[in-house]
C-alpha cells in the first residue's frame, strides 16, 4: 500500500506560478505522475515521470510551462507550474503507477489540492 500526500495549491493569478508537492509513504511502482480535475469537466493527465526522471510525460496542454521533478530520497514528486492561465483551475491529484500504466490506470492516488487561477 502507498499512501500519497500532497501539498502547495492555492490561490494564484494567471501568469504567476505555483510549485506542488506530492510524497508517497511507500515506493512501490516506477512512476510518479499528477492528474486534474476542472469543475464540470472529466479528469485528465498532467504529466509523469520515473522516479530517475528518464522518462516523462505531458499532457499538451501543459508543455513548456509545466515541470515535473522528483526527489527520490524523499520519495517525493513536484509539479512546477509557471504561466499558470485560468484553464488551470482544477483539483490536482497524485498517482504512482507502473509507468506502463500512469497515464491511463494509476494505481495510487492522493486526496488532490486545489488550484485556482484568477484571471
Known amino acids: 500500500q502507498a499512501h500519497l500526500a500532497e501539498s502547495g495549491g492555492g490561490l494564484v493569478q494567471a501568469g504567476g506560478s505555483l510549485r506542488l508537492s506530492c510524497t508517497t509513504s511507500?515506493?512501490?511502482?516506477?512512476?510518479m505522475g499528477w492528474f486534474r480535475q476542472a469543475p464540470g469537466k472529466e479528469r485528465e493527465f498532467v504529466s509523469a515521470?520515473?522516479?530517475?526522471?528518464?522518462?516523462?510525460y505531458y499532457a499538451d496542454s501543459v508543455k513548456g510551462r509545466f515541470t515535473i521533478s522528483t526527489d527520490s530520497a524523499k520519495n517525493t514528486v513536484y509539479l512546477q507550474m509557471n504561466s499558470l492561465k485560468s484553464e488551470d483551475t482544477a483539483v490536482y491529484y497524485c498517482v504512482h503507477a507502473p509507468i506502463a500504466q500512469v497515464m491511463s490506470r494509476p494505481t495510487y492516488w492522493g486526496q488532490g489540492t486545489q488550484v485556482t487561477v484568477s484571471s
Open positions: 511507500g515506493r512501490i511502482f516506477s512512476s
Open positions: 515521470t520515473t522516479w530517475d526522471m528518464g522518462t516523462t
